[in-house]
């Protein structure tokens, strides 16, 4: 059964199926939300991300970049003690750093949604080496949900899916890249 299939109605995935999954996104905070839930959601269910995600939002101060990359050892220490959210040092260390690397990221490219442009379009074995040698703790899966969720990579939603049709009126970059393609051919 895909996520099409058992999203909707959902108390915690429709929502999020239906107006956010495959969406573009261009806010830098919300993108550096997505890339930090993604990376808790290793190895476990996308559920367990969902119904923890308020707490995330507060333990990472709204995932404001600029505060979780300037996080010291006693915020380490306070979200490694903190029972609302993934308790795992290796994903909370991910997220603080990766923040560190946003700050860089946005100093040489104005915003993350400006480095993600610069370097679409990719394939998922070009993202995967390019997040790989650029943040921690990203593998295959992290990077492909990460980019299909912010409307970087296709494949959200089946082509029958109402939130389909919703997702691609918003214009995601694969979608509007391909549409480019395909009128210079």
């Given at each position: ?77 306070r ?9 795992n ?48 703790f ?45 009128e210079?051919?």
């Open positions: 059964m895909s996520y099409c299939d058992s999203a909707p109605g959902h108390e915690w995935h429709g929502p999020y199926h239906d107006t956010e999954y495959g969406f573009p996104v261009r806010d830098d905070h919300v993108l550096f939300e997505r890339l930090a839930l993604e990376i808790n959601q290793a190895g476990l269910s996308w559920l367990t991300v969902l119904k923890k995600r308020a707490a995330f939002n507060a333990a990472f101060v709204g995932f404001d970049i600029d505060a979780v990359a300037a996080f010291g050892e006693a915020d380490r220490e979200l490694l003690q903190d029972a609302a959210i993934i308790r040092r290796l994903k909370v260390d991910a997220v603080i750093e990766n923040a560190r690397r946003l700050v860089a990221i946005r100093e040489t490219h104005g915003s993350f949604a400006a480095w993600l442009d610069a370097h679409h379009p990719r394939t998922l074995p070009e993202w995967v080496k390019l997040f790989r040698a650029t943040f921690r990203m593998g295959g899966e992290i990077v492909g949900e990460f980019l299909m969720s912010t409307g970087y990579l296709p494949g959200a939603h089946r082509e029958d899916c109402p939130a389909h049709a919703r997702a691609l009126a918003a214009g995601p970059p694969w979608h509007v890249a391909g549409q480019a393609r395909h210079v051919s």
